[in-house]
């Protein structure tokens, strides 16, 4: 098999194996219920809505027959006791994974302003956790110094298993912000974060509504593409991955998984992944 008939079969496999991530919004439980029983879906949290309407979310999903993946936010934690009854609701539902991520909140609740303190403090006792995710900023963050970015990643990995990347539309910044990692002693597995296919003019409109606007802005600078956007043109998540080639299929590089920011376009999320992924029709 050649270079591209590689590429073309790491991205059905990525995108048969992807999961999706749901934000708890009113109608979220019961858009859920299009994703195939026992795929990946992972539940946001955000200070609007409270890590209780998180768990709330993530338990009716375990009820449903998912793989379960909460986020939960360092800001959104006051204290130990409330990390410690966060993870375990958690063990109560057969919930073995989290992704971890520092959060929108101006203000910390508590004692926790970033990830990495949270990573720590579940290092010190029994949680029962066995797959723990961060995220990673390809295209850099808007208040965080690319320096600072790197030293954070290089603290969590001590505590992790895979990174997440944020929203990145570019195949060539993604692929070469890899390599620079990679480079750096970043050895955690990437899940690639995609959004998922709609118009990319209620793609921007929603991005920025849920508060990654900050990619968006970035495209300003890559190929004219944002301006592609408020033309109302297409976008087609698995155009990004082709367009990482060979990078998909070499080991060293550690690309594991795909992580679908579905914004809730649930139905077209799955449509699209079954599509891809060359699979039957998914339930009704």
């Not at 768990?55 to 006791?81: I, K, W």
């Not at 409330?82 to 909140?105: C, K, M, Q, S």
């Not at 690639?192 to 495209?219: F, Q």
Request: some cysteine.
């Amino acid at each position: 098999m050649d270079s591209r008939g590689s590429a073309c079969e790491a991205v059905r496999s990525l995108v048969a194996e992807a999961g999706i991530e749901v934000i708890p919004l009113r109608g979220a439980q019961t858009k859920v219920r299009a994703i195939p029983a026992g795929a990946t879906v992972t539940v946001t949290c955000s200070p609007r809505f409270g890590l209780q309407r998180t768990l709330d979310h993530s338990a009716e999903a375990v009820r449903a027959g998912y793989r379960v993946v909460p986020h939960l936010a360092a800001r959104q934690v006051a204290r130990e006791s409330d990390l410690r009854a966060f993870v375990g609701r958690l063990a109560e539902l057969g919930i073995t994974g989290l992704y971890v991520i520092g959060g929108d909140a101006e203000e910390p609740a508590g004692e926790y302003r970033e990830a990495a303190e949270i990573l720590e403090a579940l290092a010190g006792f029994e949680h029962g956790l066995t797959s723990i995710g961060v995220a990673c900023y390809p295209e850099g963050h808007p208040k965080i110094s690319d320096e600072a970015l790197l030293a954070a990643l290089r603290r969590k990995q001590s505590h992790a298993h895979y990174m997440v990347s944020q929203l990145c539309f570019d195949p060539v910044a993604l692929a070469g912000w890899l390599r620079r990692m990679r480079a750096e002693g970043v050895t955690l597995p990437l899940h690639i974060g995609l959004a998922s296919p709609m118009n990319t003019r209620k793609l921007a409109e929603l991005s920025l509504r849920i508060g990654v606007g900050n990619s968006l802005r970035y495209l300003s600078k890559q190929h004219g593409l944002f301006s592609s956007m408020l033309l109302g043109g297409s976008y087609r998540p698995e155009e990004l991955l082709l367009g990482m080639g060979d990078i998909l299929t070499d080991p060293e590089m550690r690309v594991n998984a795909v992580h679908m920011f579905s914004f809730n376009q649930i139905d077209t999320t799955v449509a699209w992944q079954q599509r891809v992924a060359g699979e039957p029709a998914a339930r009704a």
